[in-house]
């Protein structure tokens, strides 16, 4: 592609000239500037550029909705391990619908081979800016912190591992009235406990400074792995620092595994002790150490937040409305109406060029057919916006869906986290009674063993105080036994219950995921029809366009010398 350096048309290749001011084309430093990809949305500008992908500003070419486009790299889409990867993230994100989550609003792979995904368009910066100056707020910590906790909850509900959580991937956007509203991005790595697994042998994916112990030794690491790098963002957002650094990859790893992290008061003097003790567990080197899911985080920080204090909603109402923007009614204004006006100078230019009957045939055939495309561009334009409001009505349907399912979920999970809490609690209160019980056993199974050792049980000929020492402490032990057995018999039952009701809130849980996984695919299957029509008309605009360009270009060349046409030649400028 090519474009020109005055008025930013875009050309194809083979184009030399701008046909609006004659000025020699210039190859586009980015191909993707000026695409239209997947038929519909527009390539604007670029965000931002990481060795994986490109994030893109764009917006959509039939309805007038800015959204961030992200496009893998064109070496890695050869890879197909990384272009699933890339698709996974997309689906995953997509399937979440929590309000401190990145909103998917498409992916896919255009015609071209281009493997993308379509975003909300955010405005704020990473948190990682937001640490950068220094030491944040306790309140602030847990204020954005709750906002974290919520996100990862809601992914840990889907069974979605973030597996990369550091300050580069949570954006704080600015929500208005000074609220701050936290994003979860970029779930690159991350993967569905469920999905086949794409990592190799010996591979690690993941940010040293913010890998839980586990991630190091196993691939298999589970949600309490995303709770552990909380923690460290916890603690970096709290004192300014990292708990461990290191020169080199290795290093972190080593502490990671094997030196305590430093309590934050050491740094900060005036951390609420809760907070510090929340921050603590998280860094627990053992993951049944740490808080049992990501909900009990969430209700360690409500119980810390400022009382009075602005805050988010709880949860995602099932019945809200959708967070993405609700599209135009009608066509935003688009090149249509400003080639009908290029349209109209042309016909001025032949009537002032020429007389009456004088007119060149190569013109006027040349203007019959720029009319003509563009009553074709109108009718494809036509066409792909009912296409686009299907699309829309699916859209809004699976994300009522997904917010209901979701709402759903996050009920029973609070529910299932609290009976989990409950059931590690109620381990350690049986641990005792079962320990006493096999201590029990033990002592008399060596009392027998000592009686056996004098001969067993036996009639005796005369009495044999040996012999009824053992035969006492066979008794004393199988006793205390006994006792001890159903006590811990007792507890054990009680465990059960507690166990029995965990079960039971995952198999509900498990149920309601189940329904979500069927209704993404069900949507999937119905949304692949319009998808191709809204690509295949798109694309067909795109050749259109770049025709009517050529055509206007044949068109203007043999007029541009005409002094009497200067005057039309500078409004044709202006239209550009």
Known sequence: MKVCPSCGLQYGDEQLRCFVDSAALQPLADPNLGKILAGRYAIEAVLGEGGMATVYRARHALVDRPVAVKILAPSKARNPSLRERFRREAKNAASLAHPNIIEIYDYGEASDGTVFMVMELLHGAPLANHIAPGPMDAGRVVSLGL??????????DFEVIHRDLKPENIFVVEAGNGRELVKLLDFGIARSMHDSRLTGAGEIFGTPQY???????????GPAADLYALGVIFFEMLTGRLPFEAEEITGFFIKHMQQPPPRPSQLVPRCPPALEGLILQLLAKS????????????????????????????????SASPSRPIAAPTLPPTTLERWMRRTAIFDEMLARAFGPGQVPADSERLLVEIR???????????????????????????????ARLGFAVQSLAEDLSQAREEARAARREVAPYVERE??????????????????????LDAPDETFARSLRDVVEALEAWALDRVAADKARRWLAGKEHTVEDLSFQVQALRDQLGRSERSYAERREASERALAASGDEVQRLEQELLRMASTFCEPLRSRPSLRELFVRLEQEG
């Open 372 to 402: 003509a495309t563009l009553r074709r561009i109108e009718a494809l334009r036509a066409e792909g916006l009912a296409e686009q409001r299907k699309l829309e009505a699916l859209e809004a349907e699976a994300h009522e869906t997904r």
């Open 287 to 318: 993951p049944e150490d740490r808080p049992v899911d990501a909900h009990q985080v969430v209700k360690a920080l409500q119980s810390l937040r400022p009382s009075g204090g602005t805050r988010m909603p709880d949860s995602p109402a099932p």
């Open 211 to 221: 890998m839980a112990p586990e991630r190091i030794t196993t691939i298999d690491a």
């Open 147 to 156: 906002q974290m906790a919520r996100g990862l909850a809601r992914a840990h």
């Open 438 to 459: 096999q201590q029990a056993h033990q002592t008399y199974v060596q009392a027998d063993e000592r009686l056996q050792a004098s001969g067993g049980y036996r009639q």
